[in-house]
Protein backbone atom coordinates (compact mmCIF):
# COMPACT_ATOMS: atom_id res chain seq x y z
CA UNK A 1 0.00 0.00 0.00
CA UNK A 2 0.98 3.09 -1.00
CA UNK A 3 1.77 6.32 1.19
CA UNK A 4 -0.99 8.94 0.54
CA UNK A 5 -0.10 12.41 -0.35
CA UNK A 6 -1.22 14.40 2.44
CA UNK A 7 0.68 11.77 5.08
CA UNK A 8 3.74 12.08 3.03
CA UNK A 9 3.50 16.07 3.16
CA UNK A 10 2.98 15.46 7.11
CA UNK A 11 6.31 13.14 7.69
CA UNK A 12 8.56 14.69 4.73
CA UNK A 13 8.03 18.18 6.67
CA UNK A 14 8.40 17.10 9.70
CA UNK A 15 11.81 15.19 8.62
CA UNK A 16 12.68 18.76 7.33
CA UNK A 17 12.40 20.32 10.69
CA UNK A 18 13.87 17.52 12.84
CA UNK A 19 16.98 17.55 10.24
CA UNK A 20 17.11 21.51 8.86
CA UNK A 21 20.61 21.25 7.52
CA UNK A 22 20.32 20.81 3.87
CA UNK A 23 16.60 20.30 4.26
CA UNK A 24 14.80 21.43 0.99
CA UNK A 25 12.25 24.37 0.84
CA UNK A 26 9.15 22.07 1.15
CA UNK A 27 6.78 25.28 0.93
CA UNK A 28 7.11 25.59 -2.24
CA UNK A 29 4.72 22.79 -3.81
CA UNK A 30 6.67 22.02 -6.41
CA UNK A 31 9.68 20.39 -4.61
CA UNK A 32 7.34 18.84 -2.20
CA UNK A 33 5.94 17.47 -5.76
CA UNK A 34 8.78 15.79 -6.58
CA UNK A 35 9.48 14.13 -3.65
CA UNK A 36 6.69 12.85 -3.43
CA UNK A 37 6.27 11.38 -6.71
CA UNK A 38 9.67 9.95 -5.85
CA UNK A 39 9.07 8.17 -2.70
CA UNK A 40 4.84 7.68 -2.53
CA UNK A 41 5.66 3.81 -3.93
CA UNK A 42 6.55 3.22 -0.36
CA UNK A 43 4.62 2.38 2.41
CA UNK A 44 3.56 4.55 5.08
CA UNK A 45 5.46 1.99 7.59
CA UNK A 46 8.74 1.78 5.11
CA UNK A 47 8.97 5.81 5.49
CA UNK A 48 8.24 6.13 9.02
CA UNK A 49 10.66 3.09 10.02
CA UNK A 50 13.22 5.04 7.59
CA UNK A 51 12.85 8.30 8.80
CA UNK A 52 12.36 7.77 11.82
CA UNK A 53 16.01 6.16 11.70
CA UNK A 54 17.22 9.17 10.15
CA UNK A 55 15.97 11.32 12.84
CA UNK A 56 18.09 9.49 15.40
CA UNK A 57 21.31 8.79 13.39
CA UNK A 58 21.59 11.67 10.66
CA UNK A 59 23.20 15.00 11.57
CA UNK A 60 21.50 16.77 7.95
CA UNK A 61 18.57 16.06 5.92
CA UNK A 62 19.64 13.51 3.06
CA UNK A 63 19.59 14.38 -0.70
CA UNK A 64 16.80 12.51 -2.38
CA UNK A 65 19.00 9.97 -4.34
CA UNK A 66 20.19 9.05 -0.98
CA UNK A 67 16.88 8.05 0.50
CA UNK A 68 16.00 6.73 -2.95
CA UNK A 69 18.85 4.42 -2.69
CA UNK A 70 18.73 3.72 1.20
CA UNK A 71 14.72 2.92 0.72
CA UNK A 72 15.40 0.44 -2.26
CA UNK A 73 17.61 -1.21 0.26
CA UNK A 74 15.68 -1.49 3.42
CA UNK A 75 12.24 -1.85 1.81
CA UNK A 76 9.76 -4.35 4.08
CA UNK A 77 8.83 -5.91 0.63
CA UNK A 78 11.22 -6.53 -2.28
CA UNK A 79 10.38 -5.89 -5.92
CA UNK A 80 9.60 -9.59 -5.92
CA UNK A 81 7.57 -10.24 -3.31
CA UNK A 82 5.42 -7.34 -4.62
CA UNK A 83 5.09 -8.96 -8.21
CA UNK A 84 3.81 -12.16 -7.11
CA UNK A 85 1.24 -10.72 -5.04
CA UNK A 86 0.37 -8.88 -8.16
CA UNK A 87 0.09 -11.74 -9.96
CA UNK A 88 -1.54 -13.39 -7.49
CA UNK A 89 -4.38 -10.51 -7.69
CA UNK A 90 -4.74 -10.65 -11.33
CA UNK A 91 -5.85 -14.41 -11.14
CA UNK A 92 -8.07 -13.88 -8.32
CA UNK A 93 -9.57 -10.97 -10.07
CA UNK A 94 -10.31 -12.53 -13.05
CA UNK A 95 -12.25 -14.87 -11.29
CA UNK A 96 -13.87 -12.20 -9.00
CA UNK A 97 -14.56 -9.80 -11.42
CA UNK A 98 -14.31 -11.11 -15.05
CA UNK A 99 -14.33 -9.53 -18.20
CA UNK A 100 -17.65 -6.90 -17.68
CA UNK A 101 -16.25 -5.90 -14.48
CA UNK A 102 -12.94 -3.62 -14.97
CA UNK A 103 -14.03 -1.06 -13.04
CA UNK A 104 -14.52 -3.03 -10.24
CA UNK A 105 -11.00 -4.45 -10.65
CA UNK A 106 -8.57 -1.78 -11.22
CA UNK A 107 -9.27 -0.64 -7.13
CA UNK A 108 -8.60 -4.60 -6.34
CA UNK A 109 -5.49 -4.42 -8.43
CA UNK A 110 -3.69 -1.20 -7.90
CA UNK A 111 -1.53 0.80 -10.40
CA UNK A 112 0.79 -2.20 -10.80
CA UNK A 113 -1.70 -5.17 -11.19
CA UNK A 114 -3.29 -2.15 -13.96
CA UNK A 115 -0.21 -1.25 -15.69
CA UNK A 116 0.50 -4.65 -16.09
CA UNK A 117 -3.24 -5.86 -17.50
CA UNK A 118 -2.46 -2.91 -19.89
CA UNK A 119 1.06 -4.19 -21.19
CA UNK A 120 -0.85 -7.93 -21.53
CA UNK A 121 -3.46 -7.01 -23.99
CA UNK A 122 -6.19 -5.21 -21.88
CA UNK A 123 -8.55 -6.51 -18.91
CA UNK A 124 -10.72 -8.58 -21.53
CA UNK A 125 -8.26 -10.64 -22.96
CA UNK A 126 -6.88 -11.43 -19.59
CA UNK A 127 -10.14 -12.68 -18.67
CA UNK A 128 -10.25 -15.22 -22.12
CA UNK A 129 -6.75 -16.85 -21.54
CA UNK A 130 -7.23 -20.42 -21.69
CA UNK A 131 -6.45 -22.48 -18.42
CA UNK A 132 -3.78 -24.00 -19.84
CA UNK A 133 -1.88 -20.42 -20.52
CA UNK A 134 -2.71 -19.84 -17.10
CA UNK A 135 1.15 -21.13 -15.81
CA UNK A 136 2.89 -19.63 -18.49
CA UNK A 137 0.69 -15.89 -17.77
CA UNK A 138 1.51 -16.00 -14.03
CA UNK A 139 5.16 -16.12 -14.80
CA UNK A 140 4.79 -12.98 -17.47
CA UNK A 141 2.25 -11.02 -14.76
CA UNK A 142 5.15 -12.14 -12.07
CA UNK A 143 8.20 -10.17 -14.30
CA UNK A 144 6.21 -8.08 -15.87
CA UNK A 145 5.09 -6.50 -12.09
CA UNK A 146 8.50 -6.65 -11.07
CA UNK A 147 10.05 -4.71 -14.03
CA UNK A 148 7.01 -2.48 -13.60
CA UNK A 149 7.76 -1.98 -9.72
CA UNK A 150 11.48 -1.61 -10.11
CA UNK A 151 10.89 1.45 -12.44
CA UNK A 152 8.24 2.90 -10.12
CA UNK A 153 10.64 2.74 -8.03
CA UNK A 154 13.41 4.74 -10.31
CA UNK A 155 11.15 6.96 -11.16
CA UNK A 156 11.52 5.85 -14.93
CA UNK A 157 8.04 4.33 -15.28
CA UNK A 158 7.17 6.41 -18.18
CA UNK A 159 10.62 6.28 -20.38
CA UNK A 160 10.88 3.44 -22.92
CA UNK A 161 13.63 1.21 -22.19
CA UNK A 162 17.37 2.40 -23.08
CA UNK A 163 20.27 0.90 -23.35
CA UNK A 164 23.35 1.62 -21.25
CA UNK A 165 25.83 4.72 -22.09
CA UNK A 166 28.39 2.80 -24.28
CA UNK A 167 26.13 0.21 -25.56
CA UNK A 168 23.69 2.37 -27.96
CA UNK A 169 23.30 0.08 -31.27
CA UNK A 170 25.98 1.34 -33.04
CA UNK A 171 28.65 0.67 -30.53
CA UNK A 172 26.70 -2.53 -30.66
CA UNK A 173 27.63 -3.49 -34.30
CA UNK A 174 31.14 -1.89 -34.22
CA UNK A 175 31.89 -4.43 -30.99
CA UNK A 176 30.26 -7.64 -32.59
CA UNK A 177 32.22 -6.49 -35.73
CA UNK A 178 35.30 -6.84 -34.28
CA UNK A 179 34.27 -9.55 -32.06
CA UNK A 180 33.47 -11.68 -34.93
CA UNK A 181 36.45 -10.18 -37.37
CA UNK A 182 38.65 -13.56 -38.07
CA UNK A 183 41.76 -11.57 -39.54
CA UNK A 184 42.62 -10.51 -35.79
CA UNK A 185 42.38 -14.17 -34.69
Known sequence: ???????????????????PKWAPDFKDGGTLGIWHAKLSHYSSRDLKGYFATLISTA?????????????????????ADSAEEVAALIESAIRKYGAPNWDMAQ??????????????????????????????????WRELARITSLKAAEGTLDQAPRLPKGNEPSNLIKQLAAATDITKR
Open 1 to 19: MTIEKFEFNHLIIGLAKAL
Open 59 to 79: NEFPSLAKMLNDMRTQSTLTH
Open 107 to 140: PYLGEIGCAVIEKTGGWEQTCNIQEKDLTSMRRQ
